[in-house]
Nanobody
Framework: QVQLVESGGGLGQAGGSLTLSCAAS????????MGWYRQAPGKQREAVAS???????NYADSVKGRFTISRDSAKNTVYLQMSSLKAEDTAVYYC?????????WGQGTQVTVSS
């Protein structure tokens, strides 16, 4: 079993920055992908950014140039640096790890951007 613990959410100002982190623990033998998703009120969960085991990175068009995903493999931790925040970035952010063939989710952390 794998547990994910997120931190770093909260209140940010438009144009400002926040950084999220997600640390995994448990039976971690092969991480095939790490990523961040978000879900705004009344909307479906959407992919924000991902990084594969081989280091390939993808971003949603809405966050390209503003968000940066990175990882610390030694710590089994993934980060999401968010800058130039917009009100529409307000959502609950979830981290996701694919370990082997199983996907695990964090508990979610609220990010609220005030304009």
């Amino acid at each position: 079993q794998v547990q994910l613990v997120e931190s770093g959410g909260g209140l940010g100002q438009a144009g400002g920055s926040l950084t999220l982190s997600c640390a995994a623990s448990g039976r971690i033998f092969s991480i095939n992908a790490m990523g961040w998703y978000r879900q705004a009120p009344g909307k479906q969960r959407e992919a924000v950014a991902s990084i594969s085991g081989g280091g390939n990175i993808n971003y949603a068009d809405s966050v390209k140039g503003r968000f940066t995903i990175s990882r610390d493999s030694a710590k089994n931790t993934v980060y999401l640096q968010m800058s130039s925040l917009k009100a529409e970035d307000t959502a609950v952010y979830y981290c996701n790890f694919v370990v082997g063939w199983t996907a695990y989710w964090g508990q979610g952390t609220q990010v609220t951007v005030s304009s």
